[in-house]
């Protein structure tokens, strides 16, 4: 169905679609088995022509209206395989910044996201520096943009471990929007525990609900490579909610947070890493690409996670 997409947590379902009860109560079915099946039913029905992986077909859309970023805004290049930082000089003496990663579409507006998620930051008191983190998202195929984010999270998992990111002496905290959720997740995985980062905050990060879990892809590298990790997910998100859902045939961390129940009865034995919490702004956040803005995201959480 897709250029790379697989369903990598290593977890093993069940699928004879039968109900069980325990302990004479009624089990509960997983919300990620039920939209799997909806998905599965529906790019059944219209046919993989019918389900492409244009933006159109998905749900996704780019998000625009941003504020425009100073010409010489510091920005991580990402695009290529040797990872620099331009405008950066002023920064190097920076106790602490944050590093913004855009998400699908977003090539072109990666500083403009980065300068107003700095300003919404600047509004709930929190004044430390935001980097602006590029990588080739460009492309209208969905799955194809998913793909590269392995490789850009390696590359952004270079760049935290060179000296210029001075990991040890500096506090710096990443914040990934949809699939930039993803590549701050590959890029946890990619530091292999070498290095760490201070805080993580994911927002409407288009992933597996399950690839967070014990069992998950991503679960190592949350424990090992960063002190804190913050999944800001939103009911309201349709983009995740729904376009995730019918890309991937499973549920995404953006919209109802993890689920580790890990098969179709819901039986409370999966777990999270300790350093990983679920936060719900379904109630401040109504859009797909209002996570990061002032007044209508939930920049106030994330400060609190930050702090």
């Known amino acids: 169905m897709s250029d790379n997409h697989a369903n990598t947590t290593g977890e093993s379902h069940e699928t004879d679609g039968e109900s069980h009860e325990t302990d004479g109560e009624s089990a509960t079915v997983s919300r990620r088995r039920i939209l799997q099946t909806t998905a599965a039913t529906t790019v059944g029905g219209v046919g993989l022509a019918g389900s492409s992986g244009s933006a159109a077909a998905s749900g996704f859309s780019g998000c625009e209206e941003w504020l425009d970023a100073p010409a010489e805004y510091p920005e991580i290049d990402l695009t290529s395989s040797n990872p620099s930082a331009a405008n950066f000089d002023a920064l190097e003496d920076e106790s602490e910044l944050v590093v913004s990663v855009h998400g699908w579409l977003g090539l072109e507006t990666s500083t ?49 471990a060179s000296d210029r990111a001075n990991l040890e002496e500096r506090t710096v905290r990443l914040i990934g929007h949809s699939l930039g959720g993803r590549l701050c997740l590959e890029t946890l995985t990619a530091l292999d525990g070498e290095a760490t980062v201070d805080t993580v905050a994911l927002v409407g990060t288009a992933a597996d609900d399950d690839s967070v879990c014990t069992d998950g892809e991503y679960a190592y590298g949350i424990e090992t490579s960063s002190e804190a990790v913050y999944n800001y997910h939103s009911e309201n998100d349709d983009s995740v909610c729904y376009g995730y859902d019918l890309q991937s045939l499973s549920s995404g961390l953006g919209c109802g947070g993890a689920d580790c129940d890990g098969g179709w009865v819901t039986d409370d034995s999966g777990s999270v890493p300790d350093n990983y919490t679920d936060v719900d702004v379904t109630d401040e956040v109504d859009d797909h690409c209002d996570y990061t803005k002032p007044e209508v995201g939930c920049v106030p959480q994330i400060v609190a996670g930050f702090e």
């Open 112 to 160: 403009d996201q980065a300068y107003t998620f700095e300003q919404a930051l600047e509004e709930s008191g929190y004044d430390a520096p935001v980097v602006a983190a590029s990588w080739e998202a460009d492309t209208r195929n969905y799955w194809r943009a998913e793909s590269r984010t392995e490789t850009a999270g390696q590359r952004l998992a270079s760049w935290l």
